[in-house]
């Protein structure tokens, strides 16, 4: 697949950061290994650009799933998430159907680790 990243063992390297994911949400401390920041250094050119709404609605998707508009409205409190949505979806993060792509879900896992990035 284009933009995938894959690990030793044939593991995609989204697998590896749900897993990190999983031990951040359950509060257990863990340092940036230099295999993650290199991660973050490849990925720093497509979240750099990414304005605050975009990253909003990409830790929205990321949490609770593909969502309509409405909901998305009310959940992330943006008036008008259309032109978002259409931003991403030509930057290859999310679908038509607003599922996250491979590289969505790294980018939105990169986010929801670490928010200052």
């Known amino acids: 697949?284009?933009?995938?990243?894959?690990?030793?063992?044939?593991?995609?390297?989204?697998?590896?950061?749900?897993?990190?994911?999983?031990?951040?949400?359950?509060?257990?401390?863990f340092a940036v290994n230099p295999r993650t920041q290199y991660l973050i250094e490849q990925f720093k050119p497509m979240i750099d650009p990414l304005t605050k709404d975009e990253r909003l609605i990409l830790k929205e998707i990321y949490k609770n799933g593909p969502q309509d508009e409405k909901r998305l409205k009310r959940n992330t409190k943006i008036a008008i998430v259309v032109p978002i949505l259409t931003s991403l979806i030509s930057?290859?993060?999310?679908?038509?159907?607003?599922?996250?792509?491979?590289?969505?879900?790294?980018?939105a896992t990169l986010l929801n680790l670490m928010p200052d990035i």
């Open 1 to 29: 697949c284009v933009g995938c990243v894959w690990v030793g063992g044939g593991r995609k390297e989204v697998d590896t950061f749900n897993v990190i994911e999983k031990l951040r949400k359950e509060k257990v401390v």
């Open 91 to 107: 930057k290859e993060m999310i679908n038509n159907d607003n599922n996250l792509t491979e590289i969505g879900e790294v980018i």
